[in-house]
């Protein structure tokens, strides 16, 4: 089978970090996905782990363990614009087949 | 502007009325999709395209069908719909093998099946 799994809701404080886990077991394993989505908006691209390891991108970050199927997306300095569903989604393959979680809601408080 | 667009935008019908929602892009990408988004499911896939011609299913086909003629536009076809199609779709697109791999989306149709 296949499962990906995110925390459902997070909140957290203007100018802090926040970490968004996600793990997985699909079958098969090319890269992992993370998007952001404000609510009534269509998901907007911010990473994609191929190897192990830690991406920096900005005020975001995005981590990759394939041998324990986890993955983590660091959000540093939070802005209240940083308020919207953060996705997880794993590419299976050499093809574009591509599986998402659920997603995980952040809420920013002031 | 770089952009993948949908039409429509919203779509209210009725159970076994055919109907079309079209999609393009106009970045040159290979790699197309279709996704249905769904409150407590999130974003599943229904069918992808890695280039003219060549489609094959993503988790959640049943109901739908694609063509990809053109490479700019892969429009999503519902023959006979159903309630439970009741979702908002989203078409994407990305280049195609290797880097870049951004995604990007469509804005989305939302469609309502009484």
């Known amino acids: 089978g296949q499962n990906i799994d995110q925390p459902t809701e997070m909140t957290a404080t203007e100018g802090a970090i926040v970490q968004i886990n996600c793990t997985y077991q699909?079958?098969?394993?090319?890269?992992l996905f993370w998007y952001q989505q404000h609510a009534g908006e269509a998901p907007t691209f911010l990473s994609y782990?191929?190897?192990?390891g830690l991406e920096e991108k900005g005020r975001f970050s995005s981590f990759l363990s394939r041998s324990k199927g986890y993955s983590y997306l660091l959000l540093k300095e939070l802005q209240m614009k940083d308020s919207a569903s953060y996705l997880c989604?794993?590419?299976?393959?050499?093809?574009?087949?591509?599986?998402f979680g659920k997603g995980t809601r952040l809420h920013i408080l002031p | 502007e770089a952009q993948v667009t949908q039409n429509p935008r919203y779509l209210i019908t009725v159970t076994g009325k055919k109907l079309t929602v079209t999609c393009s892009q106009n970045?040159?990408?290979?790699?197309m999709s279709w996704y249905r988004q769904d409150p407590g499911l999130g974003l599943r896939q229904i069918y992808y395209s890695m280039n003219v011609e060549v489609t094959d299913k993503g988790d959640v086909p049943e109901g739908y069908k694609v063509s990809r003629k053109e490479k700019r536009n892969f429009p999503l076809i519902l023959e006979s719909p159903s309630p439970n199609q009741t979702s908002l779709y989203f078409c994407?697109?990305?280049?195609?093998?290797?880097?870049?791999?951004?995604?990007?989306f469509g804005p989305g149709t939302r469609l309502t099946v009484t």
């Open positions: 699909t079958s098969g394993f090319n890269g």
């Open positions: 989604a794993v590419k299976k393959n050499r093809d574009d087949k591509i599986i």
């Open positions: 970045m040159n990408h290979e790699y």
């Open positions: 782990n191929v190897l192990d």
């Open positions: 994407a697109s990305r280049p195609g093998t290797g880097e870049p791999y951004e995604q990007y």
